[in-house]
């Protein structure tokens, strides 16, 4: 709008009235604003060009062009109309509008900006630019002061925004059109930020040298700056302050003088600060300059510098050379020639070196410093040892280091009997902190060899020690060749060795051979005759009985004995060979032998045993086999054995009644008789006997004769006739846990005189702690020989659930988490796993942890906590959760309740018009509710047109 203030002319159509009032209305109330009525007196209008002032306030937030009436009524018929235009152009801004612009660059860099100012108007416009402060110097902010637009164009005010300080600036900026009276805002903000450095100092020099450098400092303002100098390092050494003349730049000079080695890289700073000298007139008075009075300027100016600093000379070049994985010692002499206590830090450059990092060193007093070199690893190595002191500077020796190949290792002369062998267990150890491979080198692969055959690497992890066991094999009686060397070989290691020697000896008795064959039947075994040496040999083989009787071998009639060769004298074994030797055992009657296999043996061309020492001639060696043979009688068949069947962690007593026939009869061999096993509970007589027997009884399993608790027929003599073992079969963890679970003892035996009956009377205490189902075997031997066997089966039943553990979940997905804490039930800790059974096959539980160790029962317990991630509503999730130790066992039945589902209902962010009906659920009246409708409504052709009826009594 070009002006604020509209003049009309009127002149009234009645003289005679003293005044006269109109009455004003427009369209446009929300823009336009303009007084109710007019009054107008008689006086003011005397001539007929007499002007009434109106006025009108115009205000718009949005631009363009709009058109009204502004009517004027005074009655009965005096109607005036003024048309009025207004139009509104973009990007004006008033008095209470303001733009806002923010600038930021370094101190001392200009940044510039355009602002473009359009003059809408049909006439020229000129304009006067104003600058006020809000914050800060306003003088930061640069621009011409006035300016003039031609009509309908735009023109590009400069600004220029040029930091002086680290700071923020604040200001107004106006302007002024002095044309038309209108104004535009700008609000500045100006941030000043640090500037870059004012470049790089590169230099290189050398400990106790001196250095000098110079670098120029710049005044960009109007003023002269006195900087202040920091700088983070101690070696550089300059004025602490310097005076630079307005728009100069003014040269400093600075010495480096280093008392360290290294790469240094730091900043020199300038900040601007007061003048510490002061000047007096000539009455000794402080003359106060118009600098003085204003504050110091709040920016830095700085300089970086990479400074390399090498080492002075060494004082000497020292040589140590050792084995890896051993030490060498190094004894520097030091002294300390002042008054006072010298503290010295160390810096060990170089790898496997130990010493002290820091040192005192009294005044006048001397010092023997000692570095070890302990290398891990085979090599050669550069390093150095430096002394640094903060008042003297450095000194250090450069060291020059070498690791050669460990030592090899000397192991204790081994002993083992020819035909036999030795393990020699060794350590090879990683002292690195990565996987090492070694390959295996053995100087003497015919007496000794690694236990784990064809193998010639082996991997050891970082920092671990490998066990790894060598066996050795005499060839020959005494010491003879048995020496050689085992190595470990590695690139960064080396070799680490080990001399191992060995003693043959004269064999002696060998390890029992036993074998088992029913009555009237036949087993074999066979007894593997090794030639250790490098010759051949020739062997001589007997048979003789336990009073040194030779048995007749191949003699069916006579001995249940014979070996399965051609020839029994002079059998060849090839160097290094192995001679099969096939004893077959056929029984006829209920009895034990004890015999003995006897090998005696030659060397080919009768070579002395003892090698290497003619002080000792040995021809032959004899080697002795014990074989210890037992007839059996197997009483029952193993597709249908004795059950004992109890429950987890529940009590079971049993009495098991085993019915011999005739027991003098099979000592001849004559009638097998029959056998019965049986179930019984035990006689009231016996009851005492058996009541104390428990699972920690001393003759819990192991082999036990029947001593004083045997009772023989009615005659009430003691005999210890029979003895008994159980023997398990099967996986080992589940035998040890039977073995721990049941308990056996002969309690009573009863001979029937009669009929030859023999009834022996066992109590079995049966009490499991896990599940399992172990097949065992219940052998019962006579003090005359020979042996029964009763096939058992032990089977521990899973019991129900300890408990059942209800966990309720958030929502879908969202995991919900229950604990409970649980005890070892014993006086100390024990492992344990934590597992799901693998029903089912989601995923939605988990247990933590999952290995560990339960807390014993006198402490609180271990905590285990499950996780319940559901996936789908409304179903419910189970699964049985096992806690096992190698003593007990725990199950929980876990089941997973869902949230229940709760469908989503939508919601409105604005109510509805008939929301107020909805919520007390009431049915809507449509009929009704437009009884009270008294307008159309927006949607109408007629827009707020009344629908209530004209009353016509009542117009005239």
Known sequence: MQSSTIKSPLKSSNANQEEIIYYIDTKLNQYLHVQENLLIKSE????????????????????????????????????????????????????????????????????????????NSEMACNYRVEFKSIKGDK?????????????????????????????????????????????????LTGIGEKAPALGEIKLETRVGQSTTHEIMIPNKSTKKICYYVYSNTNFIKGPDKIMVLP????????????????????????????????????????????????????????YTFDIKILPPPHQALVELETNAQESATLCIPLSNPFDKKMEFRVIKNGPFLEGEENIEILPKQNYDYQLKFCPAQVGKFRGSL?????????????????????????????????????????????P????????????????????????????????????????????????????????????????????????????????????????????????????STDSAIYCDLVLVDEEGKLIKLNDDEHSPFNILLNKFENVHVSPRGILDIPIVFSPN???????YLIITARREGRMNWAEKNPNKNIEKLRWIYPVKAFSVINAFNKTSPFVVECKVRHRLEKTMEIVLANVTTYASGLDRGSLRLRSMTPKNNSSKTTSSFSLSDEHQIKSESTGSLVIVGDTNKLANEFVYQLHFSGNLDQCELAKN????????????????????????????????????????????????????????????????????????????????????KIDKSLPFEAYFNSGGSEHVFSVTPEIGELLPEDEDGTLIKISFVPSTYGKIYQKELIISTPLFQWKYLVKG?????????????????????????????????????????????????????IRLSNMP
């Open 386 to 430: 430096i002394f640094l002191n903060e008042e003297t500077g450095e000194f250090w020796y450069d060291l020059k280091l070498i690791a050669i190949d460990p030592l090899p290792v000397a192991i204790e002369p081994v002993q083992a009997e020819v035909g036999r062998y030795t393990i020699i267990n060794l350590s090879l150890k990683n």
């Open 589 to 595: 009657e209920l009895k034990c032998y004890n015999v």
């Open 44 to 119: 003011e209008t005397g001539s007929d060009d007499s002007l009434i002032p109106l006025i009108i306030e115009f205000n718009s937030d949005v631009p363009g062009n709009m058109q009204t009436n502004l009517e004027l009524k005074c009655l009965p018929d005096d109607v005036r109309i003024i048309p009025l235009e207004f139009k509104v152009s973009e990007g004006s801004f008033t008095d209470s509008n303001a733009a806002f612009l923010k600038f930021s660059t370094n101190v001392f860099d200009y940044i510039k900006q355009s602002i473009p100012i359009k003059n």
């Open 897 to 949: 309740v869902t949230p229940e589902y709760v469908v989503p209902r939508g919601q409105s962010a604005i109510p509805a018009a008939d929301s107020r009906f909805k919520k007390n659920g009431r049915k809507r009246n449509f009929i009704i509710e437009n009884t009270y409708i008294i307008h159309t409504a927006v949607s109408s052709p007629i827009k707020g047109a009344s629908l209530l009826p």
């Open 139 to 187: 003088s930061v902010f640069k621009g011409i002061s006035k300016f003039s637009i031609p009509p309908k164009d735009v023109y590009a005010y400069d600004l220029r925004f040029l930091p002086n300080a680290e700071e923020t600036f604040e200001c107004e900026l106006k302007f002024q059109n002095v044309t038309e009276g209108t104004n535009i805002r700008y609000i």
């Open 741 to 824: 679970s049941i308990a056996i003892k002969l309690v009573r035996i009863e001979r029937e005189r009669e009929n030859g009956l023999v009834n022996l009377i066992f109590h079995i205490v049966f009490c499991p702690s896990k599940s399992f189902i172990v097949d065992a075997d219940l052998q019962v031997e006579t003090a005359m020989g020979g042996m029964w066997r009763y096939p058992l089966k032990l089977v521990s039943l899973e019991p129900p659930p300890d408990d059942t553990i209800i966990i309720e979940g958030k929502r879908l997905n969202k995991e919900s988490v229950v604990g409970f804490r649980l005890s070892s």
């Open 432 to 531: 690195l902190n990565e996987k090492l491979n070694f390959r295996v080198l053995i100087s003497n692969s015919h007496n000794f060899s690694l236990e784990k055959k064809h193998v010639d690497r082996l991997t050891v992890g970082p920092l671990e020690t490998l066990d790894v066991n060598v066996v050795f094999t005499p060839s020959t009686v005494g010491i003879g060749e048995h020496f050689g060397l085992i190595q470990f070989f590695n690139e960064k290691i080396g070799n680490i060795s080990y001399e191992l020697r060995g003693i043959g000896l004269e064999p002696d008795t060998q390890d029992p051979v036993n074998i088992t064959s029913e009555i009237c039947s036949s087993e074999m075994v066979t007894i593997n005759f090794r030639n």
């Open 247 to 302: 728009n100069r730049k003014e040269s400093y000079v600075f010495e480096i003088v280093p008392t360290q080695r290294g790469d240094f890289k730091g900043a020199i700073t300038f900040k601007p600060g007061e003048w510490p000298i002061k000047d007096i007139d000539s009455d000794g008075d402080e003359i106060y300059s118009a600098d003085a009075k204003e504050d110091a300027q709040n920016f830095t100016l700085w």
